[in-house]
């Protein structure tokens, strides 16, 4: 279906919003998925933070060439949808790989991490990383580990003055 000069322009100012909004993009080709299953999908995505459409190929590549962004022809070829990251990049690909698990219809293309090209097999990568808030509570507790040593070892030379005096008053007081 052609679509009017003014609907493209509406349409590419949308796509470049999107873009612009998202940390990640990840790319899928979907032919042969019904809508029910479509709409399944979005709705895993959304709660991830993201979002899940489908796009006019010709339109996202001008849209990604308008931003600089190399795109490799295999990446925009037959039917393509794309998964917008808002919030956090890889909740929003491990709830896409989660909702398309076991539809074969459903084939993994690559996608965008800033601009940044990524193939199928990094965007597997991605969706396997932990969620951001367990990543921070690991960087955490890394940073933190070097700081409850050095407290316990300055504190220590104390620690042990205090049971040596704590024994002999103790010897002290049972001699008594």
Known sequence: MALSRQKKDQVLAQYQAWLEGSQAVVLVEYT????????????????????????????????????????????????????????????????????????EAVKL?????????????QVKALAELPPLPVVRSQLLGVLQAPAGKLVRTIAEPA???????QAYADTAQAAA
């Open 109 to 121: 293309k690559g996608g965008f991490l800033d601009k940044q090209v990524l193939s199928s097999a």
């Open 32 to 103: 042969g998925v019904t809508v029910k299953q479509l709409d399944a999908i979005r709705a895993k995505v959304r709660e991830s933070g993201g979002e899940f459409h489908i796009v006019k190929n010709t339109l996202v590549r001008k849209v990604l060439q308008n931003k600089d962004m190399q795109v490799p022809p295999e990446l925009l070829e037959k039917s393509t949808a794309m998964t917008f990251a808002f919030s956090d990049a890889a909740a929003t690909a491990k709830a896409l790989t989660e909702a398309t698990k076991g539809m």
């Open 159 to 165: 620690r042990s003055l205090a049971a040596v005096f």
